[in-house]
């Protein structure tokens, strides 16, 4: 398995327009999280599922964040409109299983989102 | 929900030494415990984890301690190499269910040769 794969890599947008970030998790694994990593905040879990149903997005920090999982091989992340204070990286993890076998979740290569 | 605070937020050390980071987390129901290393530019990666049944865990040049009485836990890197420098996180959740963790700020740690 190549990992859980995020595109694009780099994302350089103007104020105003919409992005989206997508993520391919490891084939198997049930749950999917969305994270955003800036120097101040470090590394903040924005929303995650579980077998592809949103179970928590307390931490998507505005109405203009939002999040889908289709089906279990992807899910997409999108900002709009976008603002420079949203640059930041933005990882996609996944994990598998629960009690003693749960919990190591593999992370994507990240997003780095630059809003000018 | 669970809150985690880690410190210090910067470490350097000469190379050999050993480097300790230490973590507090506030919610009782937490039992998994693991510990990222970040490299500069690069994902998160699982180096290390404790689950709430045990007290220590080794793995070579890396241990974690941990104390659910005080709602601590600790890592240690002995004999520091150059390549041990990287961001290092904690993380505290439940394993059960959703394996939903909240991590630390993060530790900047720098080895010194």
């Known amino acids: 398995d190549a990992g859980v794969i995020q595109s694009p890599r780099h994302e350089v947008t103007e104020m105003g327009q919409e992005v989206t970030l997508r993520c391919k998790p490891i084939?198997?694994?049930?749950?999917l999280f969305w994270y955003r990593q800036t120097m101040m905040r470090g590394l903040e879990l924005l929303i995650y599922?579980?077998?592809?149903?949103?179970?928590?997005d307390s931490g998507m920090p505005e109405d203009r964040f939002s999040a889908k999982m289709p089906n279990a091989s992807f899910s997409t992340l999108k900002i709009q409109p976008s603002e420079p204070r949203d640059s930041a990286v933005y990882f996609c993890?996944?994990?598998?299983?629960?009690?003693?076998?749960?919990?190591?979740?593999?992370f994507g290569q990240g997003t780095r989102l630059t809003v000018v | 929900g669970e809150n985690v605070e880690q410190h210090p937020s910067t470490l350097s050390v000469q190379e050999g030494d050993s480097a300790v980071i230490k973590c507090t987390y506030s919610?009782?129901?937490?039992?998994?415990f693991p510990w990222y290393k970040q490299e500069l530019g690069k994902r998160p990666q699982l180096i290390i984890d404790?689950?709430?049944?045990?007290g220590e865990k080794k793995d070579q040049r890396i241990a974690v301690t941990l104390n659910k009485t005080a709602k601590h836990f600790s890592l240690h890197i002995t004999e520091t190499q150059p390549e041990d420098s990287a961001v290092y996180f904690c993380?505290?959740?439940?394993?059960?269910?959703?394996?939903?963790?909240?991590f630390g700020i993060g530790t900047k740690l720098q080895v010194i040769p």
């Open positions: 084939s198997g694994h049930n749950s």
């Open positions: 919610d009782s129901a937490s039992n998994y």
């Open positions: 993380a505290a959740g439940n394993s059960g269910g959703y394996q939903k963790v909240t």
């Open positions: 993890a996944s994990s598998l299983g629960s009690g003693q076998l749960g919990g190591e979740a593999f």
């Open positions: 404790i689950r709430s049944n045990v």
């Open positions: 599922f579980n077998n592809n149903v949103p179970i928590d």
